[in-house]
């Protein structure tokens, strides 16, 4: 099992930055892939970036190239999600998770994932 805790999660203004964290703990050396995804009231869950945990190899959805980094702490087994240049479409619940499988892992396909924590939300106001 792995457990996954977000926070960072806040009310900003369009053009302004948020920075979130997905905190791992149990099994964490099992995970292959950690990857956040949003939620935008009344739309499906969006797939946002994540890393491959073991290589450290990032990758985004094109949405966030430029704009959002991935980065984690691996003494704290911690994932981030910095954002920057924020717009109102960004607003959704941010969510991590994880997934144990190897192999070829299509990662922008939530239903991979077997691990996921309870969301923060992020508002970004015009």
Not at 37 to 60: C, D, H, M, N
Not at 66 to 89: C, H, V, W
Not at 102 to 114: K, L, R
Request: proline share 2%; hydrophobic share 35%; charged share 15%.
């Amino acid at each position: 099992q792995v457990q996954l805790v977000e926070s960072g999660g806040g009310l900003v203004h369009t053009g302004g930055s948020l920075r979130l964290s997905c905190a791992a703990s149990g099994r964490t050396g099992r995970a292959n892939y950690i990857t956040w995804f949003r939620q935008a009231p009344g739309k499906e869950r969006e797939f946002v970036g994540g890393i491959k945990w073991v290589s450290g190899e990032t990758y985004y959805a094109d949405s966030a190239k430029g704009r959002f980094t991935i980065s984690r702490d691996n003494a704290k087994n911690t994932l981030y999600l910095q954002m920057n240049s924020l717009k109102p479409e960004d607003t959704a619940v941010y969510y991590c998770a994880a997934t144990m499988r190897s192999g070829y892992v299509p990662v922008s396909v939530a239903t991979e994932y077997t691990f996921w924590g309870q969301g923060t939300q992020v508002t970004v106001s015009s």
